[in-house]
């Protein structure tokens, strides 16, 4: 079983900054693709930031200049910087990857991680 665990999130004012990890752990052959998504209430979920193996970056258009991807390879873990955080950065945030076992490619996401800004 491959297991994501989250921490980082809480509330902060605006303006201000987080820093959500995740560690992966199990028997995993291969991390290709680590992410995070959020979801706010009464919206569907997306994507904020990924990051390949090779360390190439994507993000979204509303995080870009403010939010930071970043991965351990050896330690298995994903962090999000968040900086400048706005009211509508508000969401439970997700971590995910993309993985190989087997041979086979699979994916899994954390449990969430509340992040709360207020204005």
């Known amino acids: 079983q491959v297991h994501l665990v989250e921490s980082g999130g809480g509330l902060v004012q605006a303006g201000g900054s987080l820093t959500l990890s995740c560690t992966v752990s199990g028997r995993i052959s291969v991390i290709n693709v680590m992410g995070w998504n959020r979801q706010a209430p009464g919206k569907q979920r997306e994507l904020v930031a990924a990051?390949?193996?090779?360390?190439?970056?994507n993000y979204a258009d509303s995080v870009k200049g403010r939010f930071t991807i970043s991965r351990d390879n050896a330690k298995s873990t994903v962090s999000l910087q968040m900086s400048s955080l706005k009211a509508e950065d508000t969401a439970v945030y997700y971590c995910?990857?993309?993985?190989?076992?087997?041979?086979?490619?699979?994916?899994?996401w954390g449990q969430g991680t509340q992040v709360t800004v207020s204005s």
């Open positions: 990051i390949t193996g090779g360390g190439s970056t």
């Open positions: 995910n990857v993309d993985f190989i076992v087997g041979g086979k490619r699979y994916d899994s």
